[in-house]
């Protein structure tokens, strides 16, 4: 690479159109020419990728499933020959190559971003006009799917209680999460691979959450290095601030899976508090990927990475689930006596564990000091009969009501509509976290998160002014009536008539 100040070489379509083979090939990216010839035959997609481009422009084929960023920090600096010299790209070697454009793709129109007018209906445009991968990725589920579809029908059973005859035309649904003011109990959580639904993934959903002035909670499996998609917030933020927040943007919170390799973790740790990130969510409910069959069944792109983890799609005898197979990394030791670590290597920053679903580890996190508890099963995603998260809040407000004075508590799952925020509220939640929805929205950028975010808040306002409440500091349980579902509330860690315990066990023959 060139020294600073230095101009690069221009090179020419005609000299970059003779580097087309294995052994001697170059392509274009974002301008800049490039030398494969080294790293084709490693290319963990398959060399098949980069000979459809060999001597052409392979930008739009590059950014479909990587981080711009990704090629300037894997490849060696003498890899670069130089830049394209634009004066001389002719229509012919501007088109892509025949073999990638591939063929026609089988997907529905999606309908107009105007056209939606509820949260259902953004699933439905994105699975006929998802790709066939991007569509079993996100709603695939662990096994039978039970739990995803319970996380979502056990909300049905709760009703409401309205009061009547109560002022209730000025409303407010702004509230704090771990003390920074948002303008709705929501928060975007972390979500992986965001660029098989847009091309600018985490990114846009980032600007669209900065929009709203919601909290945006960025993966370990992001498929953009957290800098970029602070970037992009930070950007949004400047460009047009949020209504009330003038000074400062909506805060990004930073979901940490722990490697097994810690000192990876350590210095992922470390960025995310040099670039100002507000709040670590340490994943406790998948110490290893659950298992989600219609993901299985689609092949992935083997080309696919996460830049933050260095996880690399592929394929194996079991199929192609992204989870399973990007999910190796994963520290399967991880245990309470590790969050001493995790504040060692955060210091100053919120703790918050994500995939709390009994009492008895609420109780647990209340014990070691953590900041916040988000209750969670990973949409229905790993352990399938676990219980509906919606339930679980129910137990903590049977089993250990103390601990909503101790910590802020946060639930996701199943959450499709106002009247669905509104019940967790009134259960204890200080915010509800939507990951599938989001991702649906962004497949319209961040004008669908805009306009998704705007509905559910209409609803949950509409709901507040039907039950007489005009703020969230008076939500409260008895607007709710729970009998229907009371009778699947444990009412402790013991089995109510099964008493037996684990005794260690000799094999007899």
Excluded at 104 to 119: D, G, H, V
Aim: glycine share 8%; with cysteine; aromatic share 6%.
């Amino acid at each position: 690479m060139t020294t600073t100040g230095q101009a690069e070489r221009l090179v020419s379509v005609d000299e970059i159109s003779r580097h087309r083979s294995l052994d001697d090939l170059w392509l274009v990216v974002d301008g800049v020419v490039y030398d494969l010839s080294k790293f084709a035959r490693e290319h963990p997609g398959g060399a098949g990728v980069i000979m459809e481009h060999a001597g052409r422009d392979a930008t739009a084929a590059y950014t479909e499933v990587h981080s711009p960023s990704l090629i300037k920090s894997e490849l060696p600096a003498s890899s670069r020959v130089g830049v394209l010299d634009r004066a001389t790209v002719t229509q012919e070697w501007a088109r892509p190559p025949p073999r990638a454009r591939g063929p026609p793709r089988k997907t529905l129109e999606k309908p107009p971003l105007e056209s939606l007018i509820n949260a259902r209906d953004f699933a439905l445009a994105a699975e006929t006009s998802f790709s066939p991968k991007a569509w079993a990725f996100v709603s695939s589920a662990a096994t039978d799917c039970l739990t995803k579809e319970r996380n979502g029908s056990a909300y049905d059973e709760i009703i409401l209680r309205p009061r009547v005859l109560r002022d209730v035309r000025a409303v407010d649904i702004s509230t704090t999460i771990l003390g920074h003011r948002v303008r709705a109990p929501i928060f975007c959580a972390p979500t992986s691979m965001g660029r098989i639904f847009h091309p600018e993934g985490e990114r846009e959903l980032g600007r669209g959450c900065q929009r709203m002035g919601i909290p945006q909670c960025v993966s370990t499996s992001c498929s953009y290095p957290l800098p970029e998609v602070m970037d992009a917030v930070e950007e949004e933020h400047r460009a047009a601030p949020t209504a009330g927040s003038e000074s400062r943007p909506v805060p990004v919170f930073f979901q940490l899976y722990v490697d097994k390799d810690r000192s990876k973790s350590e210095r992922l740790l470390r960025m995310v508090k040099e670039r100002g990130v507000k709040a670590v969510f340490l994943t406790i409910d998948a110490p290893v990927i659950g298992k989600r069959e219609a993901d299985e069944r689609v092949r992935s792109d083997e080309s696919l990475t996460a830049p933050m983890s260095g996880a690399r799609a592929k394929n194996d005898k079991k199929g192609g689930a992204l989870g399973r197979l990007m999910g190796n990394f994963i520290d399967a030791s991880l245990t309470w006596d590790d969050i001493a670590w995790l504040r060692q290597h955060s210091p100053g920053l919120p703790i918050v564990l994500k995939g709390i679903q009994t009492a008895m580890d609420a109780v647990k996190a209340m014990e070691v000091g953590v900041d916040a508890i988000y209750i969670t099963n990973h949409g229905g995603r790993s352990l399938d009969t676990a219980p509906a998260t919606i339930l679980v809040l129910l137990e903590l407000q049977k089993c250990c009501p103390q601990i909503f004075d101790k910590m802020e508590v946060y639930v996701d799952g199943g959450i499709t509509r106002g009247t669905d925020i509104f019940k967790a509220l009134c259960l204890g939640a200080r915010a509800v976290g939507i990951g599938r929805g989001m991702l649906f929205a962004l497949n319209y950028g961040k004008e669908g998160i805009e306009q998704f975010v705007n509905i559910l808040t209409d609803e949950l306002v509409t709901t507040m002014q039907m039950c007489g409440v005009t703020s969230l500091d008076q939500v409260h349980p008895g607007l709710l009536h729970t009998g229907a579902v009371d009778h699947l509330i444990p009412g402790g860690e013991e089995h109510p008539y099964a008493k037996w315990r684990p005794k260690s066990r000799s094999s007899r023959l």
